[in-house]
């Protein structure tokens, strides 16, 4: 803090402040993120500052002038509080000084350390007084509130969805260390970052103080991955080795880095704020593009995306398709899978955009959703068995195997919404670089993974070379369409198992019984060709579908081990952390039940003896990630490593960096890990 700053400041404002000591100008409350918490536990707690119009509270360092806040806790005995987390502060010039304050509503957070001893039951009171400074452009009061909340020993409560944006609002690990160097009176500093990284009127913030010229302007290039920024030393910057602070990517976003005294290159090319796609994203977009459009292509051979693309290529040949039609039907089908990944890439921005920790496939952490899916591939199963068709309530086609530019889109729609929890070969990238990309970026990369889909679709339907390859009609079809009710049903009972994972016995009892009765009704339909009679079946299919909904829910997680030999704990950051300073190497991998590569990549090899083996001869500990049910830990800790979805797989050895591994895993590759 600039004490002389400070003290200019309160001179100057003392006797115009003293009447307004009778009103805060900064409302302030404590909430936790829990009500109930467990003994042995860490527990969140927020200030939340809402200052008055015109006013404003200051960051951790508050510039040129002004004060950081200050809490002091009231705790029972053996609890601990820990320092005071701060969201990416604001920039305000007054007379030529350079303040870092907040001028909306933020929160400050803290965790609480709950003794192992807590008594479950008890209702334990926190109290804590929090002094800060507000002020306005000519005015600033010291406050004091006192404020209080109630925490009551117990099992895991429902957490308070407000302190994803809270927790949104901190910086961010670097994950990376940079470097600064001082010459001629100026300080240059390099950060590690992707050119692919959103930089919107980026700025650093120095929380080591005297390292540089808060007030100077910073100017910004590139060099290489290096973003390079220059601005004037502080008065201490020649006796300082390193630098701690946090760098704003964009507006509330930033990186929380420390940079080290050493080498550091040249300026590089100056860039523009927002940053130009053409200059500093261009070749990382591109290599998005083309990973969400291989990664998409491959989608195709999965089991519940290869039979819905078998039926609409050989209803091609079936109905004896003119060229012009074969191409109206290839581009609804490419239309249908596009806007739907269009449709859940922009819903997962604009979800991450208000605070949730979310990624790709995010809508099957809802059980619900999953309910819905399997009641879904049940019916294209059924139809494709010959239980039931509509020829007359349908049109003379059902949604699997349907005709016509109508048929073609919402096939192609379905194979999306259905092809969305794989995350294979080139997606990971392509995904993940997607969420640091502009929107208008990121909504190309989902267009080019629906675009990927489609594309086989598209060549049957404009390459006539093609079709002609593909065989003759024939009773053979009729047989083929059986087979591939398999992979269908095998899919179902896939998603059978994902909601019973979730939601427990009862909730795949409950889709089970809602699949029979689905199956039932939709027989029963098929049978009735007079539209007036069919109004008893139409009803149990809404039934079907509807009813369970209600009583399908989440539940309660236990730890997570691998099913294999590979002795594991459930993964936390504090494990990682606690594991890496006792010199252990560490494999860590995030899995999700709704993933099918996750699952190959376990049953194919983490689960292998031979493997468990390696890790024990060398002493590899084992942390898994579960993101079934959606965990905003494990959410910002995939962003933080490029990811927007599993799986991942990290390797640390002792005292080394991560070590990204592919996503489809071998043995040998595994095992070498700790050679």
């Known amino acids: 803090m600039n004490r002389a700053g400070a003290l200019l400041l309160f001179l100057v404002s003392l006797l ?21 918490v467990v003994p042995g536990s860490e527990a969140m707690l927020a200030f939340v500052m809402r200052p008055e119009p015109g006013w404003h509270g200051y960051w951790l360092n508050p510039g040129d002038a002004g004060d950081s806040p200050r809490a002091e806790w009231r705790l029972p005995a053996g609890w601990t509080a820990g320092p005071l987390l701060y969201p990416v502060p604001d920039r305000l010039t007054l007379l030529g000084l350079m303040n ?38 000519q005015l600033c009061v010291p406050e004091t509130a006192t404020v209080s909340t109630q925490l009551r020993i117990g099992a895991p409560g429902q957490a308070d969805p407000a302190f994803s944006r809270y927790r949104q609002a901190l910086p961010r690990p670097l994950g990376a260390e940079a470097r600064f160097a001082i010459e001629g009176g100026r300080l240059r500093l390099a950060v590690p970052l992707p050119a692919a990284a959103r930089l919107d009127q980026p ?22 991955d290096l973003l390079i920024v220059e601005t004037d030393v502080g008065r201490q910057a020649a006796s300082i080795q390193s630098i701690e602070g946090v760098l704003e990517t964009s507006d509330g976003i930033g990186l929380a880095l420390t940079a080290q005294r050493g080498d550091v290159p040249a300026a590089g090319v100056p860039i523009t704020t927002p940053a130009e796609p053409g200059q500093d994203g261009g070749p990382a977009i591109l290599l998005a593009l083309l990973g969400a459009l291989a990664g998409g292509l491959l989608l195709n051979v999965m089991p519940c995306v290869f039979p819905i693309l078998s039926l609409k290529a050989l209803s091609l040949v079936r109905a004896g398709e003119t060229e012009a039609a074969a191409r109206r039907e290839a581009l609804a089908y490419a239309g249908g899978v596009i806007a739907i990944c269009l449709l859940l890439g922009g819903l997962l921005l604009a979800l991450r955009a208000g605070g949730a920790m979310v990624g790709w496939a995010f809508q099957l952490q809802d059980p619900r959703v999953i309910l819905l899916l399997l009641l879904l591939v049940t019916a294209v199963a059924l139809n494709l068995a010959g239980l039931f068709a509509l020829p007359t309530i349908a049109g003379g086609h059902g949604l699997a195997r349907g005709g016509g530019v109508r048929g073609a889109f919402f096939t192609g729609a379905l194979a999306a919404f259905v092809a969305t929890p794989c995350t294979g ?81 009862d909730g795949m009892a409950l889709g089970l019984a809602a699949a029979l009765v689905l199956g039932l009704a939709l027989w029963w339909l098929g049978r009735r060709q007079d539209r007036a009679r069919a109004w008893l079946p139409l009803a149990m299919i809404l039934i079907a579908v509807l009813a369970p909904l209600p009583f399908v829910r989440t539940v309660e997680a236990g730890p997570v081990m691998a099913e294999g030999g590979l002795a594991s704990e459930p993964f936390s950051e504090a494990r990682l952390a606690e594991l890496r300073a006792a010199g252990s190497p560490v494999f860590v991998y995030f899995t999700a039940d709704w993933c099918l590569t996750c699952k190959v990549n376990e049953r194919a090899v983490l689960d292998q003896a031979e493997v468990a083996a390696a890790f024990r001869q060398r002493g590899v500990r084992v942390l898994v990630g579960d993101w079934t049910r959606g965990d905003a830990a494990i959410g910002r800790f995939l962003e933080s490593h490029g990811r927007s979805g599993v799986p991942l797989y990290l390797y640390y050895a002792p005292g080394g960096e991560a070590e990204i591994l592919p996503q489809i895993l071998t043995v040998g590759r595994v095992t070498s890990l700790s050679a």
């Open 16 to 36: 115009c402040s003293l009447p307004a000591q009778a009103q805060n100008r900064m409302q302030v409350s404590l909430e936790a993120e829990t009500e109930t």
């Open 100 to 137: 870092y304050v907040y001028e909306r509503d933020y929160a400050l957070l803290a965790t609480v350390q709950v003794p192992e001893n807590a008594a479950a039951g008890d209702t334990v009171p926190v109290q804590a007084r929090l002094d800060y400074l507000v002020c306005t452009d």
């Open 203 to 224: 700025h650093f913030y120095p929380l080591t103080l005297g390292a540089l010229s808060h007030a100077a302007p910073q100017s910004l290039s590139r060099n290489g």
């Open 425 to 505: 070969p080139f997606l990971g990238f392509a995904l993940g670089a997607a969420l640091v990309l502009p929107t208008w970026a990121a909504l190309a990369v989902f267009a080019g993974l629906g675009l990927g889909l489609a594309l086989p679709f598209l060549l049957l339907g404009f390459v006539p070379a093609l079709r002609r390859r593909l065989p003759k009609p024939g009773a053979w079809m009729e047989r083929f369409q059986r087979i591939l009710s398999v992979p269908m049903f095998l899919t179902a009972l896939g998603l059978a198992w994902i909601l019973g994972r979730q939601s427990g016995v």
